[in-house]
């Protein structure tokens, strides 16, 4: 059983950065390690959307059209984290962001196993 926790979500002005976490704050240090890792938001009244995702080993990245050169998706295998730096936040990036976890990198929300509480983030004109 693999349990995120995300954190860096906030109010932040238009034009601006903030970086969020997602830690898998359960099982053993190599447990997140073994999974694909991806980033979803979901905006009021909206369906949940794929943001990024990155496999298990680092070597495949892959980014919606909309964040594509603003957000970057990382981890630290040995700090059991994930992270998603946004730069130059829009109001249309407002949303709650949820990170999970998956076997297999994949950008469809069915194809992941677990998901945090998400963070709000909220990107102020």
């Known amino acids: 059983q693999v349990q995120l926790v995300e954190s860096g979500g906030g109010l932040v002005q238009a034009g601006g950065s903030r970086r969020l976490s997602c830690v898998a704050s359960r099982g053993t240090v190599s447990t997140l390690s073994l999974y694909s890792m991806g980033w979803f938001r979901q905006a009021p009244g909206k369906e949940r959307e794929f943001v990024a995702a990155i496999s298990w080993r680092g070597g495949r990245i892959y980014y919606a059209d909309s964040v594509k050169g603003r957000f970057a998706i990382s981890r630290d295998s040995a700090k059991n984290t994930v992270y998603l730096q946004m730069n130059n936040l829009s109001p249309e990036d407002t949303a709650i962001y949820y990170c999970?976890?998956?076997?297999?990198?994949?950008?469809?929300?069915?194809?992941?196993?677990?998901w945090g509480q998400g963070t709000q983030v909220t990107v102020s004109s």
């Open positions: 999970a976890a998956t076997r297999a990198v994949d950008p469809r929300a069915s194809a992941y196993d677990y």
